[in-house]
């Protein structure tokens, strides 16, 4: 079917284009489609895997993976942080004792969640973004603490800042008391490029738990997990070796919503890509049409010098293929360049407006993630060849259909 000289005249065809110029502009028309739709897909899916890596790797590590808690405070956590280590999936545990409060700076005022803890457990917890020079000043000030960078910025603090915490109470009868204050010097600020950056505060564990009022007990036990994905399994096990009283979040009631939103956008987002892929094989088909209908004659000429159907069809479908083949390898690199540099376009179309094009006041991220994954990138090779063969079969089989006599009638 495939003989040298089909092969060669789908190649001269591709190559040399029609007479036609409606049909040149048509053709070009249908490689472009096919080069933007394919460069579109690539970059659309690897931001969202972008998304999906961050989801797991960098909000994830913001966020307790399990928080066990008991309404009247923790105590022996030394022996509990050794029966649970000993558990599986269990990466690392930390007490923790969590409050939202208030703070103000000269005349500012920000709501804030405090989250009291042991400096020198923290390190799995909150190492990848917060200093070891940090932690440890956070150790040796009692009256310290560490801000995420958006909380600064909004209250207009440096360190060496004193700032005041105020911390609302109930009395026993459920009315609201006076709220507890605290001042805090400002050691130092980090950023986690999440949603935590604009309420997250960080301050040892013993003085927050007194404005909580636990005294010297926590309010729980935070833990880190290996598999993210089997948290809740692992907060249900948890709770057989712990005493009763005990219960547990995961993040899966914090963030699921957010990572099925993720998955759901990059599913929703791919297929209206993937549409515009068809409409330009459907652009092929047209393309392919158009030229059949003009070729007639040489169509005729070479049935009529002993070419049978089948090898008409092979020189169409060589000449669809072709097109198909340049037009999807040509996106690919498009795409490919696209996806590894759209994080750094990003910034600097930032740097040029002068605002962010991702809030994390509204975004779970600050910035544009991108993972290009080679799996992902072949599919897509297969997807768009794939439809791009099915699209050339009709007109390749159109032309077969010529009839010699008809054409050459009034040539």
């Known amino acids: 079917m495939f003989r040298p000289l089909t092969l060669f005249i789908g190649l001269r065809n591709f190559t040399s284009g029609t007479g036609s ?4 502009f048509i053709s070009l028309l249908a490689i472009l489609g096919l080069v933007m739709g394919v460069a579109l897909l690539v970059v659309v899916i690897s931001v969202m895997n972008g998304f999906d890596r961050e989801m797991e790797s960098r909000i994830l590590a913001a966020v307790p993976h399990i928080r066990l808690s008991n309404e009247q405070g923790v105590q022996q956590t030394d ?11 269990v990466r ?6 969590r409050l939202e409060g208030m703070l103000t700076h000269r005349g500012k005022t920000r709501p804030v969640e405090v989250m009291g803890l042991e400096p020198s457990l923290a390190a799995p917890f909150m190492g990848m973004f917060v200093a070891s020079e940090l932690m440890m000043r956070l150790a040796d000030h009692s009256n310290g603490l560490l801000m995420a960078g958006g909380v600064a910025e909004k209250l207009s603090l440096s360190t060496g800042d004193r700032v005041t915490l105020l911390v609302p109470s109930a009395g026993g009868n459920g009315r609201q008391q006076a709220p507890r204050i605290a001042t805090f010097t400002l050691l130092g600020t980090f950023d986690t ?13 013993e003085v927050v738990s007194k ?16 598999d993210v994905f089997q948290a809740r399994q692992t907060g249900y096990d948890l709770l057989q070796v712990l005493p009763l009283g005990y ?9 699921g919503n957010l990572y099925q939103a993720i998955k759901m ?10 549409l515009i892929i068809a409409i330009a094989v459907f652009n092929v088909i047209s393309m392919l049409m158009m030229t059949v209908i003009d070729k007639r004659a040489e169509i005729a000429i070479l049935k009529t010098q002993g070419f049978v159907r089948h090898e008409i069809v092979a020189v169409f479908l060589t000449q669809g293929a072709l097109i198909g083949l340049f037009g999807t390898l040509l996106g690919v690199l498009l795409g490919v360049a696209g996806a590894l540099n759209i994080t750094a376009a990003a910034r600097w179309l930032e740097s040029l407006m002068g605002r962010p094009l991702l809030n994390s006041e509204i975004y779970p991220l600050d910035y544009l993630p991108s993972a290009l994954l080679w799996h992902d990138v072949v599919m897509i090779i297969v997807v768009a060849l794939a439809l791009n063969f099915l699209a050339t079969l009709y007109p390749a089989i159109r032309a077969s259909n010529t009839r010699p006599a008809e ?5």
């Not at 022996?79 to 000993?86: A, G, P, R, S, T």
């Open 211 to 226: 404005l909580a009022g636990h005294a010297d007990r926590a309010q729980g036990l935070q833990v880190r997990v290996v």
């Open 92 to 97: 690392a545990v930390m007490p923790f004792t």
């Open 79 to 89: 022996k509990l942080h050794q029966i649970l280590e000993q558990q599986p999936n």
């Open 193 to 205: 490029h999440t949603a935590a950056d604009q309420s997250l505060v960080l301050a040892g564990l």
């Open 265 to 274: 956008s990059r599913n929703l987002v791919s297929l209206l890509v993937f």
């Open 407 to 411: 054409v050459l009638r009034y040539e």
């Open 21 to 24: 110029r409606m049909v040149s």
């Open 247 to 255: 219960r547990f979040s995961d993040w899966i009631q914090t963030h």
